[in-house]
């Protein structure tokens, strides 16, 4: 009997232990489960809190787009529509957007909340905070202990200002290449696109790149080739999707160090809208004209009886004299001589009959050395000698483009595959990359948009008319000029560039040309125009096509200043091509290089951001508190 009792109780100890122990792990298991949910919905809500942060840069690039180039930071203004700044500053730009799964299932929800900072004359910055909630706001403020919450803050910036692509004596909103042999570029060389060297001997003696400059001085040194010093060796070629035929290069870019493939793409300059520099060319009192001849005076073209289009030829003895930018709504003839610094914007083509030759140039072509003193020396000697910017809403003709030698080689390199200038060139903008960075057709990373038929650009909605965005002369429904795959910015859609394009718009005549085009009948662009060119000193600018046939039969063709085009055709025939970069453009071309080139937009650039930083449930009760609780990136962030 005692030992059967005893029995009994060991068997009730033991079920109660074992009970015990299925009930322990039953919990642990719950709280591991749910632990396991638990963390899962947190990086489920911190995606989400990042995604938020995303939406808003989105949405600040489209407004930035938007606005005129006269009012470029009347979008963004617009933004953050409580004028107060720091604590109860902050404007709800999203609230409560839900993202889903791939079913549409409502996985997530977030709010952001914008704040303007102080900015300047060519900046804005913005300070962002998103907050995400897991499964919901409504879920995580009732207690669900499964609910998680995450938190994502940024200061961004935006800015307005002389634009990057005249920091290369080369620059192809494209693919770039050097096919011919004995082409030589004294400053580094860029493309959007591919850079092929080719089966030809070429090199490329770059320069360093610098963040900014003012007057003669350089600032930012850039370090692009890692080594840490600052000596003057870095520069050299520079391209987003690839450097082919490497090996056939010589000069700094021979070094692989030198040769740079980023996935940044540089925005070219739009130039649709020039009532900017209209207003610019008015307020400077600008001038361009020629010696004892004729002067026009800010802009030409727009005075009903007045002519459209300018012919400029400068001689020694009567050059074309330059007094800061001037604006022609049409087309522009120039070649010869000329004086003084400044710039024509022109609302056509522009055409290089001959020569193009500085009256007073640089003491050298190039600064003795690449190191900052010696660029800094050169650009303080060399800041009143002359400078000429040529920047065209179309496309720039260099040579006589009437001659069968020009248009039959000319044609071919337009019309060849590797030179697309159709406007159906993908979500990159860049022809020839629809098999996407892995080169593989077929794959995920492939440019379906590319050459699919379809011209996709974004248009203005009621919600842009709503927030005030829509700028005057447009309306719900037009097309976003710059959006998609409107490569030149114009609003309208763009074919395979034709030759004609390339014929003067109107026959030469004083009625139809200002300037010192000397009357005859019958005079055609062949008696005013030739070839055989062997120096331009100028610094070019076109989002269309660059297009050249010249020839020098006496030596070298050289070409100071900077080339800067999105297609180009240039052909030549001569000892070689020099491409020798005016090292006052360098540094973004401060308004005092004399060249006053166009401006355009850089990459909005993060200078502050904290992804995991969990803000405390009584601070995010308010805007006010929000801002007083995260004071660093309410003064401005840090660079």
Request: no cysteine; hydrophobic share 35%.
């Amino acid at each position: 009997m005692r030992e059967a009792g005893y029995f009994s109780l060991l068997l009730v100890v033991g079920v109660s232990l074992i009970a015990t122990a299925v009930l322990t792990a039953t919990a642990t298991m719950a709280t591991s489960t749910r632990d396991v949910r638990r963390r899962g919905n947190l990086a489920t809500a911190r995606l989400a809190a990042r995604s938020g942060i995303a939406e808003q840069v989105a949405d600040i690039v489209a407004v930035r787009d938007m606005a005129p180039v006269g009012e470029p930071f009347s979008g963004l203004d617009s933004i953050d529509r409580n004028q107060l700044r720091g604590p109860g500053g902050f404007t709800a730009t999203v609230t409560g957007r839900l993202l889903g799964d791939h079913e549409g299932r409502p996985v997530a929800q977030y709010d952001v909340f914008v704040d303007s900072l102080p900015g300047s004359s060519i900046s804005r910055r913005l300070a962002i905070s998103s907050y995400a909630y897991v499964p919901d706001k409504a879920a995580y403020d009732s207690g669900d202990p499964d609910a998680a919450r995450a938190d994502a803050h940024a200061v961004v910036e935006v800015r307005f200002q002389g634009s990057e692509v005249f920091d290369y004596s080369y620059f192809i909103n494209h693919w770039g290449w050097f096919f011919g042999d004995d082409i030589a570029s004294n400053g580094n060389v860029r493309s959007n696109g591919q850079f092929d060297f080719g089966h030809h001997t070429s090199s490329v003696n770059g320069s360093p790149r610098y963040e900014a400059s003012h007057g003669s001085q350089l600032l930012g040194y850039i370090d692009d080739n890692g080594d840490g010093v600052k000596d003057g060796s870095d520069g050299g070629v520079y391209s987003s999707v690839s450097v082919m035929n490497a090996d056939n290069v010589d000069g700094s870019a021979g070094v692989s160090s030198n040769r740079h493939v980023t996935p940044e793409v540089v925005e070219m300059p739009n130039l649709d809208d020039l009532s900017f520099y209209e207003q610019k060319a008015d307020a400077r009192n600008s001038s361009i004209g020629v010696e004892g001849s004729f002067e026009v005076a800010g802009v030409l073209g727009d005075g009903d009886t007045e002519p459209q289009n300018l012919y400029l030829i400068g001689t020694r003895e009567a050059p074309v004299v330059l007094n800061g930018p001037v604006v022609v709504r049409g087309s522009v003839i120039i070649s010869g001589y000329v004086s003084g610094q400044g710039s024509i914007y022109a609302g056509g083509n522009i055409y290089v009959a001959d020569d193009l030759l500085y009256l007073n140039p640089p003491d050298s072509i190039r600064p003795d050395s690449n190191d900052q003193q010696s660029v800094e020396r050169w650009r303080s000697e060399s800041a009143v000698r002359d400078s000429l910017g040529l920047f065209a809403r179309e496309h720039i003709v260099v040579g006589d483009y009437t001659d069968d030698w020009w248009q039959t080689n000319v044609s071919d390199w337009v019309n060849h595959d590797l030179n697309k200038s159709r406007e159906d060139a993908g979500s990159d903008g860049i022809q020839n990359t629809r098999e996407g960075p892995d080169g593989i057709l077929g794959t995920a990373d492939d440019d379906f948009m590319e050459d699919d038929g379809i011209w996709t650009v974004n248009h203005y909605t009621e919600e842009d008319a709503e927030r005030g965005l829509i700028p005057e002369g447009s309306r719900p429904g037009d097309v976003i000029p710059g959006s998609g795959e409107d490569i030149d910015g114009d609003g309208g859609y763009d074919d395979t560039t034709r030759m004609s394009e390339f014929d003067l718009p109107q026959a030469l005549s004083q009625e139809t040309w200002a300037g010192n085009l000397q009357e005859g009948e019958g005079l055609t662009y062949s008696q005013v125009a030739t070839s055989e060119i062997g120096r331009l000193d100028a610094a070019f600018y076109t989002n269309h096509t660059f297009a050249a046939v010249v020839s020098n039969p006496d030596g070298v063709i050289q070409v100071n200043g900077s080339v800067v085009s999105r297609n180009e055709s240039i052909i030549y025939a001569a000892d070689g091509l020099e491409l020798n970069h005016d090292e006052r453009l360098t540094g973004r071309g401060s308004p005092q290089s004399g060249f006053d080139s166009p401006l355009g937009w850089d990459p909005v650039r993060f200078i502050h951001w904290d992804f995991d930083k969990l803000l405390p449930a009584e601070v995010i009760a308010s805007t006010e508190r929000i801002a007083d609780y995260l004071g660093g990136i309410s003064g401005g962030g840090g660079e």
